[in-house]
Protein backbone atom coordinates (compact mmCIF):
# COMPACT_ATOMS: atom_id res chain seq x y z
CA UNK A 1 0.00 0.00 0.00
CA UNK A 2 1.23 3.55 -1.27
CA UNK A 3 2.29 6.07 1.47
CA UNK A 4 -0.35 8.15 0.41
CA UNK A 5 -3.09 6.20 1.61
CA UNK A 6 -4.04 6.25 5.11
CA UNK A 7 -4.58 2.65 6.20
CA UNK A 8 -7.10 3.71 8.92
CA UNK A 9 -9.12 5.31 6.46
CA UNK A 10 -8.88 2.36 3.41
CA UNK A 11 -9.98 -0.21 6.39
CA UNK A 12 -12.95 1.48 7.39
CA UNK A 13 -13.55 2.02 3.51
CA UNK A 14 -13.07 -1.86 3.04
CA UNK A 15 -14.89 -2.61 5.95
CA UNK A 16 -17.88 -0.69 4.84
CA UNK A 17 -17.88 -1.99 1.34
CA UNK A 18 -16.88 -5.87 2.00
CA UNK A 19 -16.39 -6.70 -1.50
CA UNK A 20 -17.90 -10.23 -2.34
CA UNK A 21 -19.96 -11.69 -4.98
CA UNK A 22 -23.09 -10.06 -5.13
CA UNK A 23 -26.25 -12.32 -4.89
CA UNK A 24 -29.18 -10.63 -4.98
CA UNK A 25 -30.74 -6.92 -6.07
CA UNK A 26 -30.67 -5.94 -2.68
CA UNK A 27 -26.83 -6.21 -2.62
CA UNK A 28 -26.06 -4.67 -6.15
CA UNK A 29 -28.09 -1.51 -4.94
CA UNK A 30 -26.29 -1.36 -2.03
CA UNK A 31 -22.96 -1.63 -3.99
CA UNK A 32 -24.11 0.75 -6.79
CA UNK A 33 -25.35 3.56 -4.58
CA UNK A 34 -21.79 3.06 -2.48
CA UNK A 35 -20.20 3.51 -6.66
CA UNK A 36 -22.57 6.61 -7.65
CA UNK A 37 -21.41 8.30 -4.04
CA UNK A 38 -17.79 8.20 -4.88
CA UNK A 39 -18.50 9.08 -8.41
CA UNK A 40 -20.61 12.03 -7.79
CA UNK A 41 -17.80 13.07 -4.68
CA UNK A 42 -15.76 14.81 -7.46
CA UNK A 43 -11.75 14.83 -6.38
CA UNK A 44 -11.16 11.56 -4.35
CA UNK A 45 -8.83 10.26 -1.49
CA UNK A 46 -6.21 8.01 -2.23
CA UNK A 47 -7.93 5.54 0.28
CA UNK A 48 -11.51 5.91 -2.09
CA UNK A 49 -9.25 5.64 -5.57
CA UNK A 50 -7.73 2.26 -3.89
CA UNK A 51 -10.98 1.26 -3.23
Same mark, same amino acid.
Given at each position: MSTATS *???YADL !?? *?ALPSV???EKENE *?? !?AMLEELDQKGKLSAAEQRL
Open positions: *RPE !LA *RIHS *RY !L
